[in-house]
Each structure stands twice: as C-alpha cells, then as structure tokens.
C-alpha cells in the first residue's frame, strides 16, 4: 500500500487512532454550539430567517478557510494544521457564546465566522490524514472517522442537553467546551503519520483539482448529502421544540437520537461498503434519508417524529465520508481534491441556513425541512462518480 511502504503497520494503526479522537473532538465542539441553538436564538430575542443569517456565518468562515487549507496541509503537514485550527475554533465557540447570552447579535457572528474558520481547515486536515490513513491500512475505514465525528457530536448534544436541562448558563457551557476540544485535539494530532508519509508533496497546481469533471461531480453528491445531514444539525432541535412544542431539553436530546443513528450508521458502512460498493449503498442511504424526513415533518406526534430523525440519521450516515475517500483515491492529489470537493460541500452550510430560515418564516420551521426532501431526488445522479476510477 502507498503509505505503509514509507510507514510501519504500529505507526499507521497510531495514526489511525489518533486521526479517531481528532475527528470526534471536531464533533464534540460542533455539537456543543448545535445543542445550544434554541437558547442562543431565544436570548437574541430572533426570528427563524435571523436565525438563519446568524447560522451563516459558519458557513461563510469554514468556505473561506477550506480552499486554502490544502495548501496549509501540504506546506504544515496535518498535525500542525489541525492544532492551530483547534485554537481558532476554541476562540470562536467561547465568543459566539459570549456574545450570544450578552444578546450581542453581530457579535455572535462574527464570532461564528471564526468558529467556521477553525471547523474548515480542521476538517480538511483531519479527512487528508484520513485518507492516508485508508490507503495504509489497505480497506475502507473513513466512514469509521466520520462514525467518532458523529459520536463525539452525539456526546456534545447530550452534555449540552444536560447543561440546558440543569440550567447552565450558555456561555458558560461554551467557554469548557471550546478549552477541552481543542486542548484534546492538539493533544492527540501527534499521533498523525510523519509527515514525508502523507504523499502530499505533488507537484501539480491545486487549482488543477477545480477542472477536474470527477472531482466536481463529487463535490456535487457530496454538496446534497452535506445538506442532508447539515439541515439536521442546524434545524432539527428548533423544528421539534417549533413544530410539536417540545421543551428545549427534548429538541437537544432529539438531535441526539439523529446523530446517534448517523454514528451506527458509519460504524456499520464500512463493511456494507467493501461488500457492495459505493454506488449502491450510498443510494440506498439516501433512500433511507429521504424517508425519516418525510417522517420527521409529517408525524402525527413527537415519540414517531424522534423514529424519523433516527431514520434521518442513518440515511445521511455514510454521504460525506465516502465522499471524501472518493476524493482520495489518488493519495498523491488527495489533499487538492479533498479542499475541492469539502469546499463544495460546505455550499450546502452557506446556503442551507439562509434558504431554511426564509423558508422557516413562510411555511414554518417543521415544513421548511422538505427542501433536503427534494433535493436529494436529482443528487442520486451524481453518486456514480464516486466509484473508484480504474487504474
């Protein structure tokens, strides 16, 4: 394999677990500020299309970052860029929850767009050691990084579910767990492969990777799926507490039950994937996604909407880790092309907040949620490009 030729298997599987906690660290920091959301919004005293200007800024910072965190990878090498983009990321959540209980509008935003300039290059860097990773183990196992992605948000939703349950103040909660993520992250990221062993070093232009029809057309499939499982993260606490009067606990602990599926999801894909391919378990998912939202909007009371966002969860489980591999199968442009396709992704992050929230005001927050329902009909033409390219 590529990488275990430079690398030794004790030094791969000590990337591996370290690639494992770094990714469920990203997770826990991102479901920290999810969980929260209902009380953010109800401080700022904001509408659902505010809301999804606010939201916004996420997404605005994480698509600045991610078209140059390729290029910080290869020139830092991974460890390094995930440790500065921790403490970028730490400094954003703790302001955002500042400003947020000080019912600072802007300034929660901005401090949001710090917050996604942290989560964007992290991600980057965590899914470029990934897929070296993959390729020095020599079968599939990104779904199970995204799988401690997943469980680390699942913890961050159900301690920020505690916190609000028990009345701890939001920018208290925030300020703890922007220092234990990062100071986590930056304590594992050593653990990364050395860095001559992570083929980044080609010598082709990254923006090569921007013309590449394949490479576009997983952005694309991976663009929907973000969406998929991005509208869950920003919107299915408000629109359980919004469309079936639940306490803000019970929204927080729903969300829960999403990401908790979409980690038995990941943790299970993998096996699926090497038996069946990525073409039709990824289709199969989004079936499956399509189902739980159609469930999560439409049920007649809350106990079989909670079924439907665990269906939900599962549905939209293996959509942007698969992606990533896709984008990695050639581990010499795997950094140029995972900034590629997670920067076209993430369009999903920009354009979801403020088309939920307009949609939100209109229809209301429950109802808004069909439009992942739509969209995910026309994205199944897209999967194919996923399947590994002959050599």
Known sequence: MPVQSRATRPTVLRARNAVAAVFAFN????ASWTARIPEARDALGIAPGQLGGLLLGISLGSLAAMPLA???VRRFGATSTVTGAAVVNAFGLAGAGIAAAAGQYWLTGLGLVVF???????????????????HGLGRTIMPRFH???????????????AAAAVGVPLWVHLIIAAIFAAASAASAAPGFLPAHSEQQSGSRPSMRAWIEPRTLVIGLMVLA???????ANDWLAVALVDGYDAPAWLGAAGFAVFLSAMTAGRTLGTGLLDRFGRQPVIWATMATALVGVLLVVFAPWLPLAVLGAA????????GFPVGMSAAADDPERAAARVSVVSTIGYTAFL??????????????TLRSLLVVAVLLVPSAMAVP???????
Do not use: K
């Open 27 to 30: 997770g826990f920091a991102m």
């Open 116 to 134: 996604g300039l942290g989560i964007g290059v992290w991600d980057v860097a965590m899914n470029v050691e990934g897929a070296a990773v993959e």
């Open 385 to 391: 490009a996923a399947e590994p390219p002959r050599r």
């Open 147 to 161: 799988a401690m992605f997943s469980f680390g948000t699942v913890v961050g939703a159900m301690v920020g579910a």
């Open 351 to 364: 354009a979801g907040p403020p088309l939920l929230g307009y949609l939100g005001d209109h229809f209301g």
């Open 311 to 318: 269906i939900w969860g599962l549905g939209a489980s293996l």
């Open 225 to 231: 799926l973000a969406l998929t499982e991005g509208t």
């Open 70 to 72: 390729g290029a910080l």
